[in-house]
């Protein structure tokens, strides 16, 4: 008796283990299913969701270069814009000077670009200076690699007509046939809009003056002549500007880069930036030196029309 009540507690015990294991069981099974059925994790954002980490930064930086090109584009702008007190010129007058201030100069070159052209811009980026080169149309046209090296290196390109021709023996046809193809020339080497011109030979007058600014150019002359054109001697090239009674703190400074045989405006060159120098001088473009202050200003009648502009050609002088 006392054996069989054992034997149906053991029995018991059996069972009850038995069930127990099995109500784990049960249990463990609904918790995989509450699982396998749990709703979705929230997605991660969209714009990170299929972008790695390189891929973000690729795309900040293209977004930085971007920005870095843009703010190049204005800077650049602004080195070709002449500012707001150009509108102080009179609209029949030109420019012979720009204001006496921070020690500011302008160095400019006439009728290249030419062969001498690439001599000179390296001696303007050895002595970190810039300058304004006044091209012909005709020799730009032929050589725009050297309009986008001007540009390249900061300096500014302007308008001098296609032949040299002076302005006052031409009508508005005429100008617009020297300038307009000059200009065009110039906008398609360097990607910008020549916004002044120098009058060949420094012929002028109201209405060749109210015609430049109705075309969106102001008339630059110089009030330091180095005559280079027509001297054999470098020495006296650069004691032309360096002893000009108008060298200063303004003085837009006329030189030649085309034409003949440039070699003297070469070698005068160098001594020149020095003078400049040691005199407290530093040459800017003319845009910037526009924008200093109000500029020096030169009316019709001040220069009587060259005697020799009829017959002149680009290579002769």
Request: hydrophobic share 40%.
């Given at each position: 008796m006392a054996a069989s009540a054992?034997?149906?507690?053991?029995?018991?015990?059996?069972?009850?283990?038995?069930?127990?294991?099995?109500?784990?069981?049960?249990l463990l099974v609904l918790a995989a299913a509450a699982w396998a059925l749990r709703p979705d994790a929230p997605a991660a954002p969209s714009s990170y969701a299929s972008q790695s980490a390189v891929d973000r930064a690729a795309q900040e930086a293209a977004a930085n270069a971007a920005e870095a090109a843009k703010a190049a584009d204005e800077i650049e702008k602004r080195t070709w814009s002449i500012g707001p007190y150009a509108e102080q010129v009179p609209k029949e007058d030109g420019v012979a000077a720009g204001a006496p201030v921070k020690g500011l100069v302008a160095l400019t070159f006439d009728d290249g670009p030419g062969r001498y052209t690439y001599d000179v811009l390296a001696l303007l980026k050895r002595h970190r200076m810039k300058a304004t080169f006044f091209v012909l149309g005709s020799k730009a046209e032929q050589d725009p690699q050297a309009l986008r090296q001007m540009v390249d290196q900061g300096h500014v390109v302007a308008a001098h007509s296609w032949t040299h021709a002076s302005m006052v023996t031409l009508d508005a046809k005429g100008l617009r046939e020297e300038f307009d193809r000059t200009n065009a020339v110039i906008r398609e080497a360097t990607g910008r809009?020549?916004?002044?011109?120098?009058?060949?030979?420094?012929?002028?007058?109201?209405?060749?003056?109210?015609?430049s600014r109705a075309n969106?150019?102001?008339?630059?002359?110089?009030?330091?002549?180095?005559?280079?054109?027509?001297l054999d001697d470098p020495r006296t090239v650069a004691d032309n500007v360096l002893n000009a009674p108008n060298l200063g703190p303004g003085a837009i400074i006329l030189l030649h880069d085309g034409g003949d045989d440039r070699s003297m405006t070469v070698n005068a060159l160098p001594a020149i930036m020095d003078g400049l120098r040691k005199r407290g001088l530093r040459s800017v473009t003319i845009?910037?030196?526009?924008?200093?202050?109000?500029?020096?200003?030169?009316?019709p009648g001040t220069f009587a029309p060259s005697t020799f502009a009829e017959g002149y050609t680009a290579d002769a002088g």
């Open positions: 054992s034997a149906r507690r053991a029995q018991v015990r059996r069972r009850r283990v038995a069930l127990l294991i099995g109500a784990i069981g049960a809009i020549a916004a002044i011109q120098r009058p060949p030979f420094g012929d002028f007058d109201g209405r060749t003056n109210r015609w969106g150019m102001l008339p630059i002359l110089w009030n330091v002549d180095s005559n280079d054109w027509q845009p910037e030196l526009l924008r200093q202050g109000p500029p020096e200003t030169i009316g």
